[in-house]
Nanobody, 128 residues
Framework: QVQLKESGGGLVRAGDSLTLSCAAS????????MGWFRQAPGKDREFVAA????????DYADSAKGRFTISRDNAKNTVYLQMNSLEPRDTAVYYC?????????????????????WGQGTQVTVSS
């Protein structure tokens, strides 16, 4: 089992920056990738970014490219999501998730249904 706990959410203004953290605990040796997803009220959960856990490789949704950066610190078992130039449309609950399968192509990590473990989420609200 892997436990995930997000932190760093909050209320910010448009144009501000925010960094989310996700600390993993438990059997982290089984993780192959970590992802960030978000869900706004009345909308489906959507992919934001993913990062390989044991090798190099990141992937971003088009909405995140150029503004968000995903990174990890394996020594701390923590993944981060640096979010710059935030916009009201970024308002959502942000979830981190852990994936147990290795894919040569990183694109499968965009699918939420492949992740085995999820955090409880952290709210990000961006005011205009």
């Amino acid at each position: 089992q892997v436990q995930l706990k997000e932190s760093g959410g909050g209320l910010v203004r448009a144009g501000d920056s925010l960094t989310l953290s996700c600390a993993a605990s438990g059997r982290t040796s089984g993780i192959d990738a970590m992802g960030w997803f978000r869900q706004a009220p009345g909308k489906d959960r959507e992919f934001v970014a993913a990062i390989r856990w044991k090798f190099d490789g990141t992937d971003y949704a088009d909405s995140a490219k150029g503004r968000f950066t995903i990174s990890r610190d394996n020594a701390k078992n923590t993944v981060y999501l640096q979010m710059n130039s935030l916009e009201p449309r970024d308002t959502a609950v942000y979830y981190c998730a852990a994936h147990r399968l290795y894919y040569k192509d990183i694109s499968p990590y965009r699918r939420a249904d492949g992740y085995a473990y999820w955090g409880q989420g952290t709210q990000v609200t961006v005011s205009s």
